[in-house]
């Protein structure tokens, strides 16, 4: 079990070290595949398999840093939007009740 938890820690360092190139949902990612197969692996070594208990983390940890990092980069360019002054909401105006009556009736569409 010591080997396995070195070699985990080993693998973690290389990820993140690895992380210079990426964006940051990649990095996001990468780095919750590695906190999860070292959290499974202590789990699992708790319980008894440390080889699934290591894998069940990495899966977890991997959609859960995929998941944050895309809910990071939405947040951030929802403020970027914001900052440069343009719409969250839909860009076309919506019609209300007067103006589709007009344009069914062969009105001008504003």
Same mark, same amino acid.
């Given at each position: 079990?010591?080997? =396995? +938890?070195? +070699?985990?820690?080993?693998?973690?360092?290389? $990820?993140?070290?690895?992380?210079?190139?990426?964006?940051?949902? *990649?990095? %996001?990612? +990468?780095?919750?595949?590695? @906190?999860?197969?070292?959290?499974?692996?202590?789990?699992?070594?708790?319980? /008894?398999?440390?080889? +699934?208990?290591?894998?069940? /983390? @990495? /899966?977890?940890?991997?959609?859960?840093? =995929?998941?944050?990092? *895309?809910?990071? !980069?939405? *947040?951030? *360019?929802?403020?970027? %939007?914001?900052?440069? /002054?343009?719409?969250?909401?839909?860009?076309?105006? $919506?019609?209300?009740?007067?103006?589709? !009556?007009?344009?069914?009736?062969?009105?001008?569409?504003?």
């Amino acid at each position: 079990m010591r080997h =396995f +938890l070195v +070699l985990m820690l080993a693998i973690a360092l290389v $990820v993140v070290g690895g992380c210079a190139g990426l964006s940051q949902t *990649e990095q %996001r990612t +990468l780095t919750g595949w590695a @906190a999860g197969a070292a959290g499974g692996a202590l789990v699992g070594a708790i319980a /008894g398999n440390t080889g +699934l208990g290591a894998a069940i /983390g @990495a /899966g977890t940890g991997l959609l859960g840093g =995929f998941l944050y990092g *895309e809910h990071q !980069k939405a *947040e951030q *360019e929802a403020y970027e %939007r914001g900052a440069r /002054g343009i719409p969250a909401g839909p860009t076309t105006p $919506v019609m209300g009740w007067p103006e589709m !009556k007009g344009a069914r009736q062969g009105g001008t569409y504003r």
